[in-house]
Structure formats: structure tokens, C-alpha cells
């Protein structure tokens, strides 16, 4: 959010999902007020908060942030004024090793419209002492399937919306002229970061200034081995004049103390004539679209989220309003990801599994997250088959009975530093059965895997994980941090929780019992029977000590 703009706001009001926002121009930058830190407004809340104040009374605004994501672990997100205030914002945040490896490759695409000899430029961004203040054109912002904001000025209203194709590292925009009184010129201005998503850019780093463009398309590799950037506008110009822009500032970085300034190239401008009545559709993307039309991707993606809300029968949830179900789908639809599991045959190869990201923008998939949430977002949503391709996928990265803590980027082996996202397995996949009656796959499949599990931590696994004489579960030893409580600083460990945790105890009561039922319906009384014993030493030696 602009600072110099946080006492600008003078009035929200929510209509349908729709925000009226009107901005008085005039605000010294002296009076920038230091934005405090909020939780980020996933993009299922269609409503911005309201005027708030900070500590000493100041008005600031907290703008409440949209997301579109593409089913690979990349995703397009801004704020709805169009203020980038993180890192982690950009309208092109590719996932270059699905789920992971995540590259801001597009900051933003800034337009003027030119009407008349007149310039409005509606490119929002704080450079520190120089503010654009865009965002005063901006009449409203609505999200339903997809973020759309309605732009008005000298009798012009534009409509754009976006989109981000599933399973691509593509980006699309659409532009509908609602109302013109003549025709007018677009000018789009690409800002490059071309980086990681954890870093920053700045200008004197190497930025390749070669553009290819061809029948309404630009096209530039920013550096060696980095993606292309496709940026297809059809029926555009292009004017090359590259050039650094300076210092955008990063509000919420700068309030969590980080590094908070970066450095944008711009290779030039792209420019299109528009008339009322006509809508173009712009696709940004990692691979040439040149084949490709973005009305045809968009309305593909749109198909694809009506079809998400079809399975659900708002009967079900008669005292939630339908609105909010469609907008609880719509967010777990983010979450569910590619990620591709590796064949253990001499050829090589993989097969395509799933998984959930632990959290937007910064987190991958976490094993603890991802079972936890598991039945929320698959099973509640009857997506039964993403449910049993997350739980197949984590089967193959089990180890001396562990699941995976968390996947790292920059193909880092897994971390297997928890004893409960093991746990939670069970629980995820005995959800599984009772949602989808799917016995013969839950045996076949998962069954081995589970007895697997158990026996590892009988007998002893990975951080001193193993079951005591009691029948309880001791896991921990020096420099580890293994339950939900994992705060780490350098070596020190801020709640180590060495011995038998309460709820640690609770889930491996639960898997114990989960197991056994397993082993009765696989017609194995013997070994269940055997389980349960165990289940019940546990169960009593836990009332004995806690």
C-alpha cells in the first residue's frame, strides 16, 4: 500500500462484491504513516476492510490483496489498487519445477490510456519520495470467479480482468471497452523482475535488452537459462526503449524489517488502438502463445471453475449463504497443485501426483499442512481424485517410516524433521475411505505403506522417534523440532518438546486405532488384535500421565 495514500481513502462501501472507492488527490508525502503488518486477505474475501486507524490515530488503509493461481504453485497477485507492497507480488510468478522453484518473471503491466492528446496513467506504485497515484481512476474492483476492476475517465469505462490458465505458467488479461466516446490508444508499460521469488531485483544486474516482436508479440529471455518472457497483445505496436525504473518500495517489507526496495526494467511499450465495444485479451506467459487465443483460455478457465461448483449441493449448507460456499471452493481450488512423483524405474520418468500448498506466497508443500487440510479441500469439495493423487504422491516420499516435513526448492531432498504430519497421515486416508468407500485401493495401496510406518516406529526411527515400554510415542533430541511447534533461530530451537507431547500422544493413539481397522477389513483379526492392544496400553498409560 502507498503510504502517502493510507489517509487517501475516504470511503469503502461494499455493493455485491463490488468496492465504490473514491480518493481525494492532493496528500503530502510527508504524512506517510507506517503501514502495520495484517494477515493477508486471501482471495476468497470479495470486501476490503473498512477505514482503520493505527496506534496514534493516524487513518492508513490496509488494501486488501487479490490472487490467481495456476494449479503448478505459481500464481498472479497484486493489492486491488495495483500497489505492489511484497516481493511476492507480481501479475507472472512462474513455477518452473511445479510446484516449486517459483520465479517473479512480470512485476506488473502498468497502462495509460491516451485519449485526445491526454495521458492517464493508472499505474499505482510508491518509489519512496515519488508516488503515482493511479488507483484515483479506479471506480470499482469485484471478485466473483475471477479479480475484475472497472476503470473510469474522460468518459471512458474499461473493465479488466484476470485470469491464470490451469497448468500453464500463463497469465491472462482482458480488457472490455464498456464505454468510449471515440477511440483512444492503450499503452502497456511490462516492469521485469526476472528473479526469484525470495530475492530482489536491482539495476546492476544484467537484464538482456534483445526483444523479439512479431504479429502482436513480445518476447524476451531476460538472462541465460531464464525463462522466456511472451507478452501477446493482438493488433499492437511496439516503441523499444529500455530503461530501469527506480526503487519501488515494498511497504509490508519494510514493515517486517526485510530489505524493501527493488529495481524494474522495462524493455518499452506496447500500444493497441481500442474503441468501444471491443475486448482484447492479453496472454503472459513462459512459453509462445503464438498458437494460442487468451478469449479461448479464458473462457476455458471459467468452464473449468463453474465445474468445480457443480459437485456441491448448497442444501447441504443451509446456513451458509451460497456465496460464501462459491468463494470457500474457489479458494481450496488454489491450494491443490501439480507435483510431479519420480519413477523408480532405470528410464526414468515420473508419474503426475498432487499436493497442497502450506500457504501463499512463500510456503511449498508441507506434510503436516497437507494432511490436515487434506479432507477440507478434497473431500469436502468431492475431489476425490486430487484427495487419492496427494495421498499416492506422499506414499512415494516416505522414509524409515517418516513423511516428508516439507519439499525444498532448487531440488534439495526433502526434510523429515516432524513425528505428527506422519501421524496425520492415517487420519487423511482413513477421511479418504469413509468419503469414497474406495476399500480395495485404500488396502491395496495404502495398507503396506501404513504397517510400513507403524513397525518404523516400534522399532525405532529417524530424531530418537520410537514407542516406549508404555505404549506411548517419545520423539525429540537436541537441536530438533518436530511437533507443530517449530520455531527455529540459527541452532536454537525455541520449544524443543523432547519426550511425549500431549496431542503427539492422541495422534498415535489414533493411528494405532485407524491401523486396526484397516487390518480387520482386510480380513487380518489377528494382527488387528493385536493393534488394539497396543492402541489400549497407550490409551491407558496416556490417562496415567496426563
Known amino acids: 500500500m502507498l503510504k502517502e495514500d493510507q489517509s487517501a481513502i475516504q470511503q469503502e462501501v461494499e455493493t455485491q462484491n463490488t468496492i465504490i472507492i473514491e480518493v481525494e488527490d492532493h496528500i503530502p508525502v510527508q504524512q506517510k504513516q507506517e503501514i502495520l503488518l495484517q494477515k493477508d486477505k486471501a482471495a476468497i474475501q470479495p470486501e476490503v476492510s473498512a477505514l482503520q486507524t493505527s496506534s496514534n490515530n493516524e487513518p492508513w488503509a490496509a488494501p486488501s490483496e487479490w490472487l490467481e493461481t495456476n494449479g503448478l504453485g505459481g500464481w498472479s497477485g497484486s493489492t486491488i489498487i495495483g500497489c505492489n507492497t511484497r516481493r511476492y507480488h507480481g501479475l507472472l510468478v512462474a513455477a518452473t519445477k511445479p510446484p516449486a522453484e517459483r520465479m517473479n518473471l512480470l512485476s506488473k503491466l502498468d497502462e495509460t490510456i491516451v485519449v485526445n492528446n491526454e495521458r492517464y496513467e493508472f499505474g499505482t506504485n510508491d518509489y519512496g519520495d515519488i508516488v503515482t497515484k493511479g488507483h484515483q481512476y479506479l471506480d470499482s474492483f469485484s471478485k466473483e470467479l475471477f479479480p475484475a476492476w472497472l476503470y473510469k475517465v474522460n468518459g471512458i469505462e474499461l473493465k479488466k480482468t484476470i485470469a491464470m490458465a ?43 535488452w ?49 530489505d524493501f526496495e527493488e529495481d524494474l526494467f522495462n524493455h518499452g511499450t506496447i500500444s493497441v488502438e481500442l474503441k468501444e465495444g471491443d475486448s482484447l485479451g492479453i496472454i503472459i506467459s513462459t512459453e509462445n502463445p503464438s498458437e494460442k487465443n487468451a478469449h479461448e483460455l479464458f473462457e476455458k478457465e471459467k468452464q473449468r471453475k463453474l465445474q468445480l461448483l ?52 512463500w510456503f511449498t508443500d508441507w506434510g503436516r499442512d497437507t494432511m490436515i487440510s487434506l479432507p477440507g479441500l478434497c473431500l469436502s469439495t468431492g475431489r476425490y481424485e486430487d484427495a487419492k493423487k496427494i495421498l499416492a504422491a506422499f ?47 485404500v488396502l491395496t495401496e495404502f495398507l503396506p505403506v501404513l504397517k510400513d510406518i507403524i513397525d518404523w516406529h516400534f522399532k525405532g526411527t529417524r530424531y530418537n522417534i520410537h514407542a516406549t515400554e508404555d505404549g506411548l510415542l517419545y520423539a525429540g533430541e537436541p537441536g530438533q523440532q518436530l511437533t507443530w511447534m517449530d520455531a527455529r533461530i540459527g541452532t536454537w530451537v525455541i520449544t524443543p518438546r523432547m519426550g511425549k507431547p500431549v496431542e503427539i500422544q492422541a495422534l498415535w493413539y489414533n493411528a494405532l ?34
Open 166 to 208: 490451469h497448468d500453464e505458467n500463463t497469465t491472462l488479461i482482458m480488457y472490455d471497452v464498456l464505454k468510449a466516446y471515440s477511440s483512444f490508444t492503450l499503452e502497456l508499460l511490462p516492469l521485469v523482475a526476472a528473479r526469484g521469488y525470495h530475492a530482489l531485483q536491482h539495476a546492476y544486474n544484467n537484464i538482456w
Open 210 to 258: 534483445d526483444v523479439q516482436f512479431e504479429n502482436g508479440i513480445f518476447c524476451n529471455q531476460p538472462y541465460e537459462n531464464a525463462p522466456h518472457i511472451y507478452i501477446a497483445v493482438p493488433g499492437a505496436a511496439y516503441t523499444h526503449h529500455p530503461n530501469w525504473f527506480y526503487k519501488f518500495n515494498y511497504a509490508v517489507e519494510k514493515y517486517r524489517g526485510l
Open 310 to 361: 457443480q459437485p456441491i449441493k448448497t442444501s447441504t449448507y443451509q446456513s451458509i449463504s451460497h456465496s460464501t460456499i462459491q468463494h470457500l471452493i474457489l479458494a481450496a481450488d488454489q491450494f491443490i497443485v501439480k507435483r510431479t512423483v519420480p519413477s523408480s524405474s532405470p528410464e526414468g520418468g515420473g508419474w503426475e501426483g498432487a499436493t497442497i500448498i502450506a500457504g501463499y506466497h
Open 395 to 441: 506414499a512415494k516420499n516416505i522414509s524409515m517410516g517418516m513423511l516428508p516435513n516439507r519439499f525444498q526448492d532448487n531440488n534439495e531432498p526433502p526434510e523429515y524433521n516432524n513425528v505428527d504430519g506422519t501421524l496425520w497421515y492415517f487420519i487423511a486416508i482413513y477421511k479418504y475411505l469413509q468419503a469414497t468407500g474406495n476399500k480395495d485401493f
Open 513 to 546: 486405532k485407524i491401523f486396526a481397522e484397516l487390518l480387520e477389513l482386510n480380513e487380518q483379526q489377528n494382527d488387528a488384535a493385536l493393534v488394539h492392544l497396543s492402541a489400549e496400553k497407550a490409551k491407558e498409560n496416556f490417562l496415567k500421565l496426563f
